[in-house]
């Protein structure tokens, strides 16, 4: 199936929709002081928005899943793209530090609507060789939104004050909704839609939590990001405090980490034409491997040097992207029947273990640039040891 001038604006579309997440997360970074500031909160207070943003992501994703098998996937994104709107307007309008909590965690329940029907829309729309081509080039597209997130959030905070973002965060979601409205054909036929009743979804849901090959591919997958991840949450330490730079530096380290990643998702769609799903993922480890044990040594043996601290976090996010489309469809096609329901438990567990990882590692080891690395290096290794057991535990069923 090649991927005509139709499937190309339907990755897109999905792209965009996609982004809504990176960009609620890292548009705002470089306003951390300001907002800080406004509401006479800490940097530990404030970084408790990120996490409950993605804790209130992560379960309204097993919510929007189900719906998506039951109405379609175009009714959800509509919905949630304008329940994304009203929240980044509340945001931008609170005049506390508690009411931007409660709107980001509702900015969070929103956003996750386009992230969990958006692996669902391409599963549906491709057969299960050319989705790992389709989903890397949606990576390659949703890898801008990091590196150009906090460019945007730190011109529009200098220019305007750091409400500003949250405005552009609304302007956005609007003209996603639009465009979604006008342009997103429904792919979700009537005759594979699902039952939404809460015994039903209850019970797909405990099927999938019981797949022991499901749940080691996603957790590996979530611990390997999740290393990627302790880098962008704790970005403004790393940035502010660590190195010495200021807001408008952001892109020192998200444009290089964004180029590793889109470089990776392209190199991901290449290898599907040739090498199997296990074999690409194999060598995203041994790549993530070489950027540990770089990252260990400049961390212990070298004084914080911009270039050296940025290399490796680059090489790592190489890896994680050439890994994460062969990942994905792995995981969904253990249930091919309930695509939405499969991509929602992805989702909700792939970000409960990156917003827990980065609760824990930066109020305990985030302090430090050999914190850092050593935080990297436990999580590398665990994902490691997941994938060799979805390995050999497929390994035997095989052999059964």
Not at 65 to 87: E, F, K, M, N, Q
Not at 135 to 144: G, P, T
Not at 194 to 205: A, D
Not at 234 to 244: A, D, I, K
Request: charged residues 10%; glycine residues 8%.
């Amino acid at each position: 199936m090649r991927i005509n001038n139709n499937a190309t604006g339907l990755i897109f579309i999905v792209a965009f929709l996609s982004m809504l997440g990176p960009f609620s997360i890292d548009t705002y970074l470089p306003a951390f002081p300001a907002i800080e500031g406004a509401f006479s909160v800490n940097r530990v207070q404030l970084s408790q928005t990120i996490a409950w943003y993605m804790v209130a992501t992560a379960v309204s994703t097993l919510f929007w899943g189900p719906l998506s098998d039951r109405l379609g996937r175009r009714p959800v994104v509509i919905l949630t793209l304008v329940l994304y709107v009203l929240a980044s307007l509340s945001c931008a309008l609170a005049a506390n530090y508690t009411d931007f909590l409660m709107s980001r965690v509702f900015q969070g329940m929103a956003a996750s609507g386009g992230l969990v029907t958006g692996r669902a829309i391409i599963r549906d729309t491709y057969d299960s060789e050319h989705s790992h081509r389709a989903m890397s080039y949606v990576l390659m597209l949703f890898a801008l939104a990091p590196a150009i997130a906090p460019i945007i959030g730190g011109w529009l905070h200098d220019a305007y004050g750091w409400r500003s973002i949250f405005y552009f965060l609304s302007v956005y979601g609007f003209i996603m909704l639009l465009v979604s409205a006008l342009f997103l054909n429904e792919t979700l036929e009537n005759s594979k839609r699902r039952s939404f009743h809460p015994l039903y979804v209850m019970g797909v849901y405990t099927k999938t939590l019981l797949n022991i090959e499901f749940l080691l591919l996603v957790m590996s997958l979530g611990v390997s990001f999740a290393g990627l991840f302790i880098y962008i949450a704790g970005s403004p330490t790393l940035m502010f405090e660590l190195l010495g730079l200021q807001s408008d530096d952001f892109a020192v380290q998200f444009v290089p980490m964004t180029a590793g990643i889109i470089a990776g998702s392209y190199f991901s769609g290449k290898l599907a034409n040739h090498w199997s799903r296990r074999k690409i993922i194999n060598l995203a480890f041994c790549i993530m491997l070489v950027a540990v044990v770089v990252n260990i040594l400049q961390a212990s043996l070298m004084q914080a040097n911009l270039f050296f601290v940025i290399a490796p976090i680059v090489i790592y996010a190489f890896g994680v992207a050439i890994s994460m489309p062969a990942f994905g469809i792995l995981a969904i096609d253990q249930f091919p029947r309930n695509k939405g329901a499969a991509s929602a438990v992805q989702s909700f567990l792939q970000i409960i273990v990156s917003a827990l990882v980065a609760g824990v590692f930066l109020g305990v080891a985030g302090e430090s640039l050999s914190g850092f690395a050593l935080g990297q290096m436990v999580l590398l290794v665990t994902a490691l040891l997941l994938w060799c057991a979805y390995c050999f535990n497929l390994k035997k069923n095989e052999l059964m």
